[in-house]
């Protein structure tokens, strides 16, 4: 039995979070909304509680968990070196959408690391999320709140379809702000390494580093069987609708031309066609389901609503998507990337 508590992320108190803290201190199973996507708590230091993390997602145990704290004091409780560089990232990007990889020390269990020496370590900014790690006095490991392979959360109405029944408590703090992961950055490598794209972009992170690599597996498909990304969960076809999905670059016009022809054929075969539109494009489209993910004007929007119309898509039993491309500079790379991978990297050039 699930239970599902509503709080307010502007007006509530330690109290509301009392019954939350003692189940994730007891070792139990809880969602919270962060600033990025939800999250599936436990104690992260606890490994039978981060093995029902995995449980509860279906998630492959190779695949670690990022652990949440509430002060960069924190770190050196878990981190067996903290580099000069995560100590600038740190004051530059935190409490926040950022992810740091540092080597772990001997506190934080294989379990959670899935096996890995490293550990990834982040300081939301969501004020619930943050409360909820002060009040139960532990690191909080979270995966997004989906079941492995479903688009990430963004509202609490997503966790509850993916999880109802299988976690001890869901806390429903509306929808997200930005609405996809944190951008992960490696600090063991010799270079900083971008190993997922976020809201923190590359350009972002470069102007306090000074140089920043980027997983090159970001954009494109890495078609070689043996490559093996540096963030295990980055290989996994993910955030995955129910549809195929298909992505259409090129000419915005000739873009949405391409699409209503396609469409059209599809309905005259008795497919039902789902179309990612902008608030620009919307009205041009007379045919198939067409949903629009935010305006070009504001990439911010975009983000916000990719993963919640990928949902909305599977919810109406849609059996193919196509989707217009956005430019892949700033925070369009984290939208590209996400979108990318839900397609199966299947991208039409058009031009
Ligand atoms: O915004 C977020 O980061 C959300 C919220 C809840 O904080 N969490 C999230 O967690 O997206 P998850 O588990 O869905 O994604 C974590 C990613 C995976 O791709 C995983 O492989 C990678 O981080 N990761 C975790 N620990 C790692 C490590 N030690 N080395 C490399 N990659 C790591
Ligand atoms: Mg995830």
Redesign the pocket.
């Given at each position: 039995n699930t239970i599902v508590k509503k709080i307010n992320e502007d007006n509530f108190t330690d109290t509301d979070l009392c019954e939350a803290a003692k189940i994730l201190r007891e070792g139990g199973l809880v969602a919270f909304p962060?600033?990025?996507?939800?999250?599936?708590?436990a104690n992260g230091l606890d490994e039978k509680a981060s093995k029902k993390i995995y449980e509860a997602k279906g998630?492959p145990s190779d695949?670690?968990?990022?652990l949440?704290i509430a002060d960069v004091d924190s770190l050196y409780e878990i981190a067996s070196e903290v580099p000069e560089s995560a100590k600038r990232l740190a004051d530059e990007f935190w409490p926040g959408?950022l992810?740091m990889?540092l080597k772990?020390n001997n506190k934080v269990p294989y379990s959670t690391?899935?096996g890995?020496?490293?550990?990834?370590i982040?300081m939301?900014e969501h004020k619930i999320?943050l409360a909820l790690i002060k009040e139960s006095g532990l690191y909080i490991a979270?995966?997004?709140?989906?079941t492995s392979g479903k688009p990430?959360p963004t509202k609490a109405e997503h966790v509850i379809k993916d999880l109802n029944g299988k976690v001890d408590m869901i806390i429903d703090g509306g929808k997200v702000g930005?609405g996809?992961?944190?951008t992960?950055i490696?600090l063991?490598s010799k270079v900083p390494t971008i190993?997922?794209p976020?809201y923190i972009t590359e350009e972002m992170l470069n102007n306090v580093l000074g140089t920043v690599d980027t997983d090159k597996a970001i954009l494109k498909e890495n078609k070689d069987k043996n490559y093996k990304?540096?963030?295990?969960?980055?290989?996994?076809k993910?955030y995955a609708p129910k549809a195929n999905l298909t992505i259409f670059e090129g000419n915005e016009a000739t873009v949405i031309d391409e699409i209503i022809k396609r469409t059209m054929e599809k309905q005259t075969q008795g497919v039902k066609v789902g179309i990612i539109a902008t608030d620009e494009s919307k009205e041009k489209y007379q045919c198939g389901v067409v949903k629009t993910i935010g305006s070009r004007k504001n990439n911010k929007s975009i983000a916000r609503g990719l993963y919640e119309i990928l949902r909305d898509f599977d919810d109406l039993d849609v059996d193919v998507i196509y989707s217009e491309s956005f430019l892949d500079n700033n925070l369009g790379q984290a939208i590209m990337n996400r979108l990318l991978k839900a397609s199966g990297y299947d991208l039409i050039n058009v031009r």
């Open positions: 962060t600033e990025t996507v939800y999250g599936l708590g998630r695949n670690p968990l990022i949440h959408p992810t990889i772990k690391t899935g890995l020496e490293s550990v990834a982040r939301p999320a979270a995966p997004s709140a989906n990430s930005i996809l992961e944190s992960i490696d063991t190993l997922r976020g990304p540096k963030a295990p969960g980055m290989k996994y993910h």
